[in-house]
């Protein structure tokens, strides 16, 4: 599907356009061959505002990054915008938290942006951010995870924590396969466990299933060691609750290694080869394959961050990891994060709404301009990633911050969220 740049589109707007429309008359789409995006130098990249303090964020974030691809390629590359939607505002519009055409829109331009949506907790509607990665298959939430010059910490030291989180993003028990304690389901299951197995359950108990697989967790460690090696990244920890569950989170440490250990033999090397076969070093020129029970990762993001660079988890430990590391280095405020697939990726702000700051001009953008950062390294833009960076924490240094990093600094002013991307913008025009 390819949905023409150049017609006019309101609300009844072409197919997979969510009703809006690129301005730009060289928009073209991201193609995908021999497991390479083919990116042209004006792409159509899908955005969606996001809820609550979505729009705030998202126009200063989208004039951060505008800003910075002009700094680095002039007028020879530039992104043509496409608003798609989701959540409130596709409710809204559409009449649906998420339109067939949002879903198609991305699938045929391959690389989209958002901010962040609503989920309630309990009852109501499941979470939209889990709904896109399962339709989309994007199997891959990645969570850079460092600190910014300016940003306060609870830390001493948070320049120590420098990690990259790759957390499997469709199984374990975010699959969403689970029944209310007094559903008939949860009966049936409950009767089941107890006549074939003999495990007897509370008859209060709800129930919920955890599948975790060879596939799902092989291409999801694979992605990691990968992005280590062309990186030049030390080490990937397998990070598993394996010592109680055994067959789910065991069984990805041990698909993990498997995978490892196949697919990259002459490239890694084991903790385990480490001490029986090395001394105690890592050889020169390996990378290093180590894990890592669940909560002893937790102290050692505080305790001996550096021992760590890039870690691989099954899906509910990596969501509690990326939120824990974000707040050693000032919160996720400053957290970026995408969903990638083979072929499709979702960049998103990491945090949640924040409603009742909605539309009062206040909140700190850099979750968005960040995951817009990873955007324009995944396109291979990395002279416009560099740009906005720098631009960014400089900015941040400067002090004039949002409300949420002037607290935590005596030195520092605070400044709207559109005031804060002027300082940024403006030092992209230098």
Not at 98 to 116: H, M, N, S
Not at 150 to 159: E, F, H, L, W
Not at 248 to 263: I, K, P, V
Not at 367 to 394: D, F, H, K
């Amino acid at each position: 599907m390819h949905v023409d740049p150049r017609r006019a589109a309101g609300p009844d707007g072409p197919a997979g356009s969510g009703g809006a429309v690129v301005a730009d008359p060289e928009a073209a789409p991201i193609a995908y061959e021999g497991g390479r995006l083919q990116v042209p130098d004006v792409p159509i990249v899908p955005f969606i505002e996001g809820d609550g303090t979505g729009p705030d964020i998202w126009r200063a974030a989208v004039r951060i990054l505008d800003a910075g691809v002009r700094a680095a390629y002039g007028g020879r590359r530039r992104i043509g915008w496409l608003e798609v939607y989701a959540g409130e505002k596709a409710q809204a519009v559409r009449g649906s938290l998420l339109p067939d055409e949002t879903l198609e829109a991305i699938r045929a331009y391959r690389v989209a942006i958002k901010g962040p949506l609503t989920t309630p907790v309990g009852g109501g509607f499941r979470s939209l951010n889990v709904t896109l990665r399962q339709q989309l298959d994007l199997y891959a939430c990645v969570r850079p995870v460092r600190h910014f010059r300016g940003v306060p910490s609870p830390a001493v030291r948070p320049g120590d924590l420098d990690i990259v989180i790759f957390r499997e993003n469709i199984e374990d028990t975010y699959a969403g396969i689970e029944w209310r304690a007094d559903s008939a389901e949860a009966a049936d299951v409950r009767a089941f466990l107890r006549q074939r197995f003999g495990i007897g359950l509370r008859e209060d108990a709800g129930i919920g299933v955890k599948p975790m697989s060879r596939g799902g967790t092989r291409r999801l460690v694979r992605m990691a060691i990968q992005y280590a090696l062309d990186r030049g990244r030390p080490s990937v920890t397998l990070v598993h609750k394996g010592n109680i569950m055994k067959y789910t989170e065991g069984a990805f440490r041990d698909w993990g290694y498997e995978l490892a250990t196949t697919d990259f033999r002459d490239r890694v090397v084991t903790w385990d080869e480490v001490v029986r076969l090395h001394g105690g070093r890592v050889p020169e020129g390996r990378l290093l394959i180590q894990d890592s029970i669940a909560d002893i990762m937790f102290q050692h993001l505080l305790l001996r961050p550096r021992e760590h660079s890039v870690l691989a988890t099954p899906n509910l430990n990596g969501d509690y990891l990326s939120d824990a590391a974000a707040a050693i280095v000032g919160g996720i405020g400053m957290a970026p994060g995408a969903n990638i697939g083979d072929g499709y990726a979702v960049f998103e702000a990491t945090h949640g709404t924040a409603p009742k700051y909605a539309g009062l001009d206040r909140v700190n953008p850099g979750s968005v301009v960040l995951s817009g950062v990873m955007m324009l390294e995944y396109l291979g833009w990395n002279e416009a990633a560099a740009a906005v960076t720098s631009a960014l924490e400089g900015a941040i240094a400067d002090g004039a911050v949002t409300y949420d990093l002037a607290r935590g600094r005596p030195d520092a002013r605070e400044v709207p969220t559109s005031v804060f991307a002027d300082h940024v913008v403006a030092r992209l025009a230098r």
